[in-house]
Nanobody, 125 residues
């Protein structure tokens, strides 16, 4: 079965950096787009960043543009989210997901069929 496992979350000070990893198994990575989504208490689920199946197209939420970078290594079945200049408002549970999407709607959560369990990111002094 297709499985996604996130790692790399933790506690970091404002302005710091973290790199999240999403390890996939049970499917061919180049058949699926991968997205990073986050959920914070009292806030709507947000599509943070998504990448097409072969990595040629990416999407970033306006709130993270210039600070976060998504990449994938299909040979290792792994997608990364490099997060720099972290802010307290980035605090959330971060999920990765796999789905068949289009470039036009690369980061629409309902198009993603498989979800990991999440990794917590907390930005605080």
């Amino acid at each position: 079965q297709l499985q996604l496992v996130e790692s790399g979350g933790g506690l970091v000070e404002p302005g710091g950096s973290l790199r999240l990893s999403c390890a996939a198994s049970g499917f061919a990575a180049d058949d699926y787009a991968i997205g990073w989504f986050r959920q914070a208490p009292g806030r709507e689920r947000e599509g943070v960043s998504c990448i097409s199946s072969r990595g040629f197209n990416t999407h970033y939420a306006d709130s993270v543009k210039g600070r976060f970078t998504i990449s994938r290594d299909n040979a290792k079945n792994t997608v990364y989210l490099q997060m720099n200049s972290l802010k307290p408002e980035d605090t959330a549970l971060y999920y990765c997901a796999a789905g068949r999407t289009t470039v036009m709607a690369l980061c629409v959560s309902r198009t993603y069929d498989y979800w990991g369990q999440g990794t917590q990111v907390t930005v605080s002094s």
